[in-house]
Structures are given as structure tokens and as C-alpha cells.
């Protein structure tokens, strides 16, 4: 069984080390969700949905000199163990430094997002 939102976290991960402009891969509206908090929150420049019949998502990566904004992507919640938090016990990544990328009933938001709404969810990755 595969982890599609895992396979998208190594892509950004492996195209960001490499130091590449563009990251592609297919479209989910999970995936797209996901795009949208890493380019509120700065780690990402720009993503976009080309493609007909088969959607593609592509994003624009960030970088600050030849170091990617992105230093590490790390996949909580799988498939097979699912992690749930409440609204008072989100988990901080690195001391506040980093982000928790939590789906909730109120749609895909960061940790902190969901703590002000008073709602818990599935953290399904960690950026820093």
C-alpha cells in the first residue's frame, strides 16, 4: 500500500537537496491543501494545478542563497498508524521554530491555526 502525501513529502524533500526549481507530481485535493499551508507559510513560492484530464501539481520551490527554506519534511500520521491530537495538545516542532500540518474537520490548517479554532485533528506532517 502506498502513502501518496509521504511520496510528496520525498519528492519536495529530495528536489529541494538537489537544489531544483520545480517539483511535480499528480494531483489530490489533500495534496493541494497542502501545498496551500506551505506557501502561506513561506516555504514554498508558488504552486499551481496544470494538466487536463490528468491534474498536475507543481511547485515552485524556496531557497535563500543555495540553501532551501525547507530543511526537513517528516511524515507523522501514515496509513497504517494514524495519529490524532486534541485542540490543547497539537505538538510544537522544534520548540516553535517549525510547522505541524494538521487536517481537521475545518479543513487542512497548521497546528497553531487549529489550536486558536479550538479544534483537533490528524497531524499528518512536520516542516521545519
Not at 499528480?26 to 494545478?49: F, T
Not at 524556496?62 to 491530537?85: D, W
Request: proline share 5%; with cysteine.
Amino acid at each position: 500500500m502506498t502513502d501518496p502525501i509521504a511520496d510528496m513529502l520525498t519528492r519536495i524533500r529530495n528536489a529541494s537537496r538537489a537544489s531544483l526549481p520545480l517539483v511535480e507530481f499528480s494531483h489530490s485535493r489533500m495534496k493541494e491543501s497542502i501545498a496551500q499551508v506551505l506557501k502561506r507559510e513561506g516555504y514554498i513560492a508558488d504552486c499551481s494545478i496544470e494538466g487536463g484530464p490528468i491534474k498536475k501539481l507543481r511547485l515552485k520551490l524556496k531557497y535563500q542563497g543555495r540553501k532551501g527554506v525547507i530543511e526537513g519534511l517528516r511524515r507523522v500520521s501514515s496509513p497504517g498508524l494514524r495519529r490524532y491530537f486534541g485542540a490543547k495538545v497539537v505538538p510544537r516542532v522544534l520548540g516553535g521554530l517549525g510547522t505541524a500540518i494538521v487536517s481537521t474537520p475545518k479543513g487542512v490548517m497548521t497546528g497553531f491555526e487549529a489550536q486558536k479554532q479550538n479544534v483537533g485533528g490528524e497531524v499528518l506532517c512536520f516542516v521545519w
